[in-house]
């Protein structure tokens, strides 16, 4: 079975501090994304790689930045996390050539 | 840029009539159309795709969607609903550069008993 595992679903942090996400799929995929869901707004793209130590921002990358040092993970990092990036956070991978996303259980974060 | 529109935030039906929930897209080029779904507290789960081929396009759970190019829409539809299709269902499409998604805003689907 495919697999989109992230370490945390539930995570509470305080202003200011530094925040990792990590993502592991085990399927082998060359994409990887980072999704933030608030509601109203569905799904915004923050950022993605195509490949090892490759990244491109989404829509919304402020005040955050990755890491994919390799294939199978992709951490997202709240450099100073703020009350602002309270949300649901997604990870998704995908294949080259294949359309269809992945996605992990979601880590809700919440920062106080 | 790709994007797709659900215009509903929410859609009710009684348990057993046919549902309908809507997408619109705008692409340049031909669409790659996707509904995912999401249950509480969960990721989402791929439903059905549309790339190219038949307009009407069948996926899990008894879900289908029909393709229609002159209306830009991708609607997904299912004959008889159940309690448990309650849910978040998102439409996604994929952007013509990188292989990633542009989704719409969701729309919950309540199936009452």
């Known amino acids: 079975d495919v697999k989109v595992t992230q370490s945390s679903r539930y995570l509470v942090k305080r202003t200011g501090e530094k925040v990792f996400l990590e993502c592991v799929q085990d399927m082998d995929h060359e994409n990887m994304f980072w999704y933030r869901q608030d509601p109203g707004l569905g799904l915004r793209l923050i950022y993605f790689?195509?490949?090892?130590?490759?990244?491109e921002k989404g829509d919304i990358p402020e005040g955050y930045s990755v890491s994919r040092e390799k294939k199978e993970r992709f951490s997202l990092i709240l450099e100073s996390a703020s009350t602002n990036q309270t949300s649901m956070y997604l990870c998704?991978?995908?294949?080259?050539?294949?359309?269809?996303?992945?996605f992990g259980q979601g880590t809700r974060l919440t920062v106080v | 840029a790709q994007s797709v529109a659900q215009p509903e935030d929410q859609v009710n039906v009684a348990e057993g009539n046919p549902l309908t929930v809507k997408c619109t897209y705008s692409v340049s080029g031909n669409p790659y159309l996707f509904w995912y779904v999401q249950y509480p507290n969960r990721g989402l789960q791929f439903l059905l795709k549309y790339i190219t081929g038949d307009n009407l396009v069948k996926g899990s759970y008894g879900f289908e969607a029909e393709f229609n190019k002159s209306q830009t829409s991708f609607h997904l539809k299912k004959p008889s609903a159940l309690v448990s299709d309650s849910a978040l269902y998102f439409c996604a499409v994929r952007d013509t550069g990188f292989q990633k998604l542009v989704f719409g805003t969701g729309t919950r689907l309540l199936v009452s008993p």
């Open positions: 790689s195509y490949d090892v130590k490759m990244k």
């Open positions: 998704a991978s995908s294949p080259w050539q294949g359309a269809v996303g992945f």
